[in-house]
C-alpha cells in the first residue's frame, strides 16, 4: 500500500494530520507494507519569504478578522496539536515562503531522508519557531539529518535545483482536483482530505486493505453454452451437433 501526503511546512493541520495518519499506521496490522511518500503543496506561492507580521495579523488579515479572533482560532488549532502531542507556538512563528524547503525536501528525498526532513521542517516552523525560508537555517536542519551542510547551501542558492520535483507535485495535485492540505492518497485510487480523526484513518486503512487484497470477481458474458468452444485440463470439448 502506497500513500502520498500532499502538505506544506506551515500547514498546521499537516502536522496534526501527519500524527494522526502515524497513530492509524501504528495500530495497522499491514504497517510494516506500507509506504508514505510526501508531495510539495504550497499553501501560498506567493507568501514573502520575510515579514514583520506575526501569525495572528496574517491570520486576521487574509480572513477579514480581527487579531484577536485570530488568536482564538490559533488557540484552537493549538489545542487539537497538544492532543496530538504536538507543540504550537504562534506567537512566536515566523511567516514565510515554503517554496525553498520544499526544494530542500526533495534533494533529502534524493538521499533517502525525505521522512525525517519533513519532521524535522514542520517541528522547527512549528514549535522551535524557526525562520525557514531562510537559507542558514535550513542547512542546519539539513546538516542535523545527515546531509551536507555545503550541499544544501548550493542546492538552495540555485532556484532551479529540485524545482521541476516540486512543481511535478503541484501539477498532480491539480490534475486531482486538490485544494486544500493535507490531502491523502492511497494507491493512486482513494482520497482522504484533511486531519481526519486516527480512527478514520484506521477505517479507511483496514477497508482499502480488503478491497486491495480481495481476490479479483469476473461477471460471466459468456454466452449459452460457450463452454462447448474451450480446452482445460488437456482436453477440449467436442461440440453438440446441431
Known sequence: ??????????????????????????????KDQVEVEYKSFELDPDAPKNTDKSIHEMLASKYGMSVEQAKQSNEGVGQQAAAMGLTYNFDT?????????HRLAKFAKSQRKEAVITEKLLYAYFTESKHIGDHETLAEIAESVGLNRQEAMNILADETAYEADVRNDQAVARQYGISGVPYFVINQKYAISGAQPTESFIGALEQIWQEESAAPKLQNLS????????CADGSCAVPNKQ
Open 93 to 101: 512563528m515566523k511567516s514565510t515562503n515554503t517554496f525553498d524547503a
Open 223 to 230: 454466452a449459452d453454452g460457450a463452454d462447448d468452444a474451450s
Open 1 to 30: 500500500m502506497k500513500i502520498e501526503v500532499w502538505s506544506d511546512f506551515v500547514c498546521p493541520f499537516c502536522y496534526i494530520g501527519k500524527r494522526r495518519l502515524e497513530e492509524a499506521l501504528g495500530q495497522f496490522a499491514h
